[in-house]
């Protein structure tokens, strides 16, 4: 999958899938204001579930649920897709159209799954 998502835009940075408890994810090498691999790594396993659980509670009790989360962080934006077994986690360049990109990661994972 994570191939498959790097594919859709060289826009994307990085790609994590957190499936089952189980991490994988990977990074375009050579990208201006990358955050650490130690760093991206805390991000899937507490920041990015911690937020989904939240936004999720808060968006079920009158909103309609949660679709996705977009986080827009100084040198990038953070797509976060929350999934029955995890999330999945797409970093894309700040100088291009995250919803776009992300509706297309939203359909490849869906088809997939």
Request: net charge negative.
């Amino acid at each position: 999958m994570i191939e498959s998502i790097f594919k859709l835009s060289d826009s994307i940075r990085y790609v994590a899938v957190y499936k089952n408890g189980q991490l994988e994810s990977k990074s375009k090498s050579n990208t201006i204001g990358a955050s650490s691999s130690e760093s991206d790594r805390y991000e899937e396993l507490l920041v990015n579930p911690t937020l989904l659980k939240l936004a999720s509670q808060r968006g079920n009790i009158d909103c309609g649920g949660l679709d996705y989360i977009l986080v827009r962080y100084g040198n990038f934006f953070q797509f976060v897709l929350p999934e029955s077994w995890g999330h999945v986690s797409v970093c894309i360049e700040a100088n291009t159209d995250p919803i776009q990109i992300g509706a297309q990661v939203k359909s490849l994972v869906h088809d997939a799954s």
